[in-house]
C-alpha cells in the first residue's frame, strides 16, 4: 500500500500528528494528497544532490499542478482551483534552487515515516508484553508521540526561520536596490511603493504566523513539562519509594532522562529560534511589527519554562545505604555511606563541570530533642558520564559518614514532638549550579528521609520506621510523619509483608499466609479489606513483643537459615494452631507441615498427623527449632534424621508426607547431603550422625535435644 493511504488510515491520534506536520506552506497537504503517487516515485534523495535531476522534477511538478488545476476548472471546484494556483506560484522561489524543494520534500517523506513506524510499535510491543505492562506501554507511546510532534514542530520551525530570512533577504535587496536607483516619475514611484507595500505585508504576514507557530511550540512544551514534572517524575519518586521497601518496581531512569533532555534541548532551539527573530528584526523592521512587539513576552515564557524543568532535573538516583545494613534508608554514625546522584537533562558538554555538594537538614526542623550532623568525606563531587552504565550525568558519592553535632541547643525546639531516636527522620540535601548557554539556574535535590542510628541494636526498629513512612507517605519532606502517622489498611500491609519475603528470598506470600497473619493482627474476619494496622501496633521502641520484632525474627531466620526451602514453596509458615489441626487431621498418618512459631521469636516448628488406638487422628507438634538449633544442623537434616521414641525405646521418624501428600524424599531428597548415610558433613572425624530425638510428643511441650548416634558398622 502506498505511504500515503497508509498515513489516511491511522488512527486519529497520528492522523493529528499528520495535521501538524502538514500545518505549514512548505509543502502543502492539498499538493501531498492529489500528487501523492508522483511524489512517492521520484528519488528526491539524488535530486537533492543532482541539480539537473532537480530541476527536470521541479518542472514536472509545476506541470502536474496544471494538470490539477485543470481538472478543478472542469470540475467547478472554485476553491480548490484557487489553492493550486496559489500553491503554484509558491513554489517559484525554488526556481533556482530546485535541490533545495527535493531536500524540502525528502524531508517531508521521512517524518511521515516516522509517524507510521510509531503507529505499529504499539502492535508489536503488544504482542510482547502482557496487559498490565502493555497499559503501561500504551501510556508512554502517547507520551512518545507528543515528543515526536515537538522534534517536529522544532524542525519545521528551523526550515521556516531559514525561507523568513531568505524572504526577507529578497525584500532588503529589493529595497536597497531601489533606493540606489535614479529618480522616477510618479506613477513608477507609487507602483513601485505598491510593490513593497505587497512585499512588506508578506513580511509581516510570515513574521506573524512564524511567531504563532512558535507559541505552539511553546504551548507544546508546557504540556509535557506538566506530563514530565508532575506525572512521570512523581510516579517515579513513588516507585522508588516502594522499591526501597522491598517492592519489585522499576527505578530506571533512563526513559525519564530521554524525556526531559529532549523537552531541555527544544526550549534551548526555541531560545535560538527567537534569538533569530531578534536578529531579523535588528535588520528589518517596520511599524507594529510582531516580533518586537511579541518576542519579549515569548522569551520570559521559554526561560521560565526551562528553568523550571532544569530545577525537577537533579534527583537521587541510588537513595542513602550502607553497604552491611538491613536496607537503605538506615545510616549509622561514623559508619561509611553511599548515594547517587542524577542529572536528568543529558548535555554532554556539562561533563565535569558541574560540582554536586552534600548537606544535612537544610531546614532543620524545630522539634524537640532533634539531633544535628554533620556530612563529612568526600562531600562535593562533578557530575559525568563514566560513573553511569547507561552514561547518565551522575554524581556517586560512596564515602560518606555523618557525625552527631555536640551542639547544646542541638536538643531545644519550638514543638512539643517528641520522637525517639528511630522515629526521627533527616534529610540528605543536594545542590548543583546549572550553567549552558546564558542559562543560569541553582538545582537541588533531597533524599528519601532516612533514620540514623548509633548502635547496630536500633536497626530492626530503624527499618519499620523506614518501612512505616514509605509505605504511607509521599512527602518526602515530612520528618515529623512518625510523631502522629495514620493507620495502614490491611491491603497496603500485607503488601508490604510480602515484599520484605520477595526481596529477602525472591518469593513473596501467598494469600493464604497473608489471611493468617491477618487473622493474628485483627483476628477472624471474613473481610480484612477495611481493617486497619497502627503504628503503635506495628512497632514501637523498646517494645519487644510488637509484630514486626516476631515477623522481622521469622524473616531474618528464612533469609539466613531457610532460604531454599522457602522459595521452593516447602514450608507453609504462616499458619494457627488451629488451622493446622483443621488441615492435619484430615490427612493420613505421618503427613506433617512446617510452621513458624507463634511464641518464640525466629522459630520454626513441625507438626504430623498420628492415630490413636482408637482411630482417631491426634496432632503432635515439637518444640520449635531456633537459630541455635538451625546453625548446628540444617533444618532438612532435622527433618529427614528427626525421631521419636515409642514406648518400648524404639526410635520412628514420624514424617513421612509433606502437607498435602508429598513423599518426604520427594520433598527434600535434592538437600540431602549425605546419601549413604556415612560420610556426615557437619562432624568430620567421627562416623556419626546429628539428629533429634524427642522423648515426648506433646504440642508444643516436648523437649528437643540433639543427640549422637554411632553410624559405623
Not at 207 to 217: E, F, Q, V
Not at 373 to 380: D, E, I, P, W
Not at 531 to 537: D, E, F, G, I, T
Request: aromatic letters at 10%.
Amino acid at each position: 500500500m502506498a505511504q500515503w493511504d497508509r498515513l489516511r488510515q491511522l488512527p486519529a491520534a497520528y492522523t493529528q500528528q499528520l495535521h501538524e506536520l502538514y500545518d505549514r506552506d512548505a509543502l502543502p497537504m492539498d499538493v501531498r494528497h492529489y500528487l501523492s503517487a508522483w511524489i512517492e516515485k521520484q528519488e528526491w534523495q539524488r535530486a537533492a544532490r543532482d541539480h539537473d535531476l532537480a530541476r527536470v522534477l521541479f518542472q514536472v511538478l509545476l506541470e502536474n499542478l496544471d494538470i490539477q488545476h485543470s481538472r478543478f476548472v472542469q470540475e467547478e471546484a472554485f476553491l480548490l482551483q484557487h489553492n493550486i494556483r496559489r500553491y503554484k506560484q509558491n513554489f517559484q522561489r525554488y526556481l533556482d534552487e530546485p535541490c533545495a524543494l527535493a531536500n524540502t520534500i525528502l524531508w517531508f517523506l521521512g517524518k511521515e515515516k516516522e509517524i507510521l513506524d510509531n503507529a505499529d510499535l504499539p502492535k508489536q510491543v503488544q504482542c510482547l508484553q502482557v496487559e498490565h505492562e502493555a497499559m503501561e506501554t500504551s501510556s508512554q507511546q502517547d507520551l512518545e508521540r507528543k515528543l515526536a510532534g515537538l522534534r517536529n514542530e522544532v524542525q519545521c520551525m528551523e526550515h521556516t526561520l531559514i525561507c523568513l530570512e531568505e524572504q526577507q533577504d529578497e525584500f532588503d535587496f529589493k529595497y536597497q536596490t531601489h533606493k540606489m536607483e535614479a529618480a522616477v516619475d510618479e506613477a513608477q514611484r507609487k507602483e513601485q511603493q505598491k510593490v513593497f507595500q505587497l512585499l512588506i505585508n508578506r513580511l509581516d504576514e510570515c513574521r506573524k504566523s512564524t511567531l504563532a507557530d512558535l507559541n505552539k511550540i511553546l504551548d507544546r512544551i508546557d504540556e509535557l513539562i506538566d506530563i514530565l514534572v508532575k506525572k512521570e517524575l512523581v510516579e517515579w519518586q513513588r516507585r522508588q519509594q516502594k522499591a526501597c521497601i522491598g517492592a519489585p518496581d522499576n527505578v530506571c531512569l533512563d526513559q525519564l532522562e530521554k524525556w526531559f533532555t529532549c523537552v531541555a534541548v527544544s526550549l534551548f532551539q526555541v531560545r535560538e529560534f527567537l534569538g533569530k527573530l531578534e536578529e531579523l528584526a535588528g535588520k528589518v523592521t517596520y511599524g507594529n511589527d510582531p516580533v518586537k512587539a511579541q518576542r519579549p513576552a515569548m522569551q520570559r515564557r521559554a526561560d521560565t519554562l526551562l528553568k523550571d524543568l532544569l530545577r525537577s532535573s537533579l534527583v537521587v538516583e541510588t537513595q542513602p545505604s550502607m553497604p552491611q545494613g538491613k536496607g537503605p534508608l538506615v545510616l549509622r554514625t561514623n559508619v561509611q555511606f553511599s548515594v547517587k546522584t542524577r542529572l536528568l537533562v543529558k548535555f554532554p558538554e556539562l561533563n565535569h563541570s558541574m560540582k554536586v555538594n552534600v548537606s544535612m537538614d537544610r531546614e532543620a526542623p524545630q522539634i524537640k530533642g532533634y539531633r544535628r550532623f554533620n556530612v563529612l568525606g568526600t562531600n562535593s563531587k562533578a557530575l559525568n558520564m563514566a560513573e553511569s552504565q547507561s552514561g547518565g550525568m551522575v554524581a556517586d558519592f560512596r564515602h560518606l559518614t555523618l557525625k552527631e553535632q555536640k551542639s547544646g541547643g542541638g536538643g531545644k525546639g519550638v514543638s512539643d514532638i517528641s520522637l525517639s531516636v528511630t522515629e526521627e527522620l533527616h534529610i540528605i540535601c543536594f545542590d548543583t549550579v546549572f550553567e549552558l548557554k546564558g542559562v543560569s539556574v541553582e538545582l537541588q535535590a533531597s533524599s528519601i528521609p532516612v533514620i540514623i542510628i548509633s548502635n547496630s541494636s536500633q536497626q530492626q526498629s530503624a527499618w519499620a520506621s523506614v518501612l512505616w513512612f514509605n509505605l504511607l507517605s509521599s512527602d518526602t519532606k515530612d520528618v515529623a510523619f512518625l510523631a502522629n502517622s495514620p493507620a495502614s489498611t490491611w491491603p497496603q500491609f500485607g503488601e508490604m509483608l510480602s515484599w520484605q519475603f520477595l526481596s529477602a528470598t525472591k518469593l513473596g506470600l501467598n494469600e493464604a499466609q497473608l489471611e493468617m497473619i491477618a487473622h493474628r493482627l485483627f483476628g477472624r474476619q471474613k473481610n480484612y479489606d477495611t481493617c486497619k494496622v497502627a503504628w503503635s501496633k506495628f512497632s514501637k521502641e523498646n517494645a519487644p513483643d510488637t509484630f514486626w520484632v516476631w515477623f522481622d525474627g521469622i524473616l531474618v531466620m528464612v533469609k539466613t537459615y531457610l532460604e531454599d526451602l522457602w522459595r521452593d514453596g516447602l514450608i507453609m509458615g504462616f499458619v494457627s494452631k488451629a488451622k493446622e489441626k483443621s488441615l492435619l487431621t484430615k490427612k493420613q498418618r505421618g503427613t506433617f507441615l512446617l510452621r513458624f512459631s507463634d511464641s518464640i521469636i525466629g522459630g520454626i516448628t513441625f507438626s504430623w498427623v498420628e492415630i490413636t488406638l482408637n482411630g482417631k487422628p491426634d496432632v503432635k507438634t515439637v518444640t520449635p527449632f531456633t537459630k541455635v538449633d538451625l546453625c548446628q544442623i540444617p533444618f532438612h537434616e532435622i527433618i529427614r534424621n528427626f525421631q521419636i521414641l515409642e514406648a518400648e525405646n524404639i526410635p520412628e521418624n514420624p514424617l513421612i508426607y509433606l502437607y498435602p501428600n508429598t513423599p518426604k524424599e520427594d520433598a527434600f531428597g535434592k538437600y540431602y547431603n549425605e546419601k549413604s548415610g556415612n560420610d556426615s558433613p557437619y562432624i568430620k572425624y567421627i562416623k556419626t550422625k546429628l539428629m533429634f530425638v524427642s522423648k515426648e510428643t506433646r504440642r508444643e511441650s516436648s523437649s528437643s535435644a540433639v543427640t549422637s548416634g554411632n553410624t559405623s558398622p
